[in-house]
């Protein structure tokens, strides 16, 4: 058998560059940087960069993520790239807001912080007793 490595390889470049658009439009239309895609896939930001760029190609783990990564759907997407816990932008929004809650505790006085406290103790020690 006679492999014709001219074939194999103009297929392989087809293939990744196929796998580059494909990794491009997606990273444009969903937001997401080239950093995020790379720890997803197990490989550093510069070969992300790299491989967008046309310079290297991909191994065949990270080729088979990238694939799985791009064919989820919104809530899997969503899943994938959530790290959990407020953003700094959330944060900020919170603390921008100056609405008082009912039941909402203002830190600005020791006071607070000692009711808190004392409340709690007394919650903790009626569960012992019972």
Known sequence: ???????????QEA???SLRDRAKTYLAKYGYHQKQMAEAIGVSETHMAD????????SET???KLEHILSLNANQRKLQFYKGGNT?????NLQSKVR???GQI???SIDAI????????KFNQDKLEV
């Open 62 to 64: 990270p080729f088979v």
């Open 1 to 11: 058998m006679i492999l014709n490595l001219r074939k194999l390889y103009s297929q």
């Open 114 to 121: 000692e009711e808190t406290h004392a409340a709690f103790s």
């Open 100 to 102: 008082n809650i009912k």
């Open 15 to 17: 293939m990744f560059s």
């Open 51 to 58: 491989f967008l760029s046309a310079k290297r190609g991909l």
């Open 106 to 108: 203002k830190f600005d």
């Open 88 to 92: 700094d932008t959330r944060m900020c």
